[in-house]
């Protein structure tokens, strides 16, 4: 199964979807794939998250798409028939991982704590999302599990913003940053979508 870390490449950033419409959600992914970014995540958190992801497929062909906030069996059924590229949960069960054990695409299960950890790496997994990063002990925690943990690796989300991306890209158990601060809803509102591509060009250091 391919890695997480490698559908990703280059890239350090994985920015956050979350649109209240197919129109906004694809006007958000243009502004992101002009500022470079070659993936993206959509959580599943709204009515119109899974027809994003198919209209990105559709309209996007180059930009790699995924589905976040994936908790059951029956929205991972839904997030793989919509085209998703790879699969992230917030959080994991035996009985989420079993599902996910099917699946043919790269799957970044979320955790928040060492024993969610270890349930993880007992299902195979080495590279794990940690969410909510700031509340779950942020970088000071992913050192601490970096002694424990030595073939882990890290995408923390929740609570990352312009200002502390670097104090976790700084640890070398954490292989990229994710999260929602690039897409700021006023520029959303304001049909803005040129402050987007700024933001991740500036989050991605370009
Ligand atoms: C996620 O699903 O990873 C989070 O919603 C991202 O959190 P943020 O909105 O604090 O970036």
Redesign the pocket.
Known sequence: MTLFSTLMGKQKLLP?I?ADSVSQGLEIAKAMAAAGIGLV?V?LRTQASIDIIKAIKLELPDLKVGA??VLDADILKQALAAGSDFI?T?TISSSLLTHLDNCKVPVLPGVSNSSDILLAREFGYTEL?L??A?LSGGAPFLKAMGSVFKDITFCP????NEKNQQEFLALTNVFAV????IVNPEWVANKDWSKITSACKTAQGL
């Open positions: 956050i979350q995540e959580v976040g906030t992230i917030p999302k969410f909510p700031s989300t929740g609570g990352i994710g999260g929602t601060w």
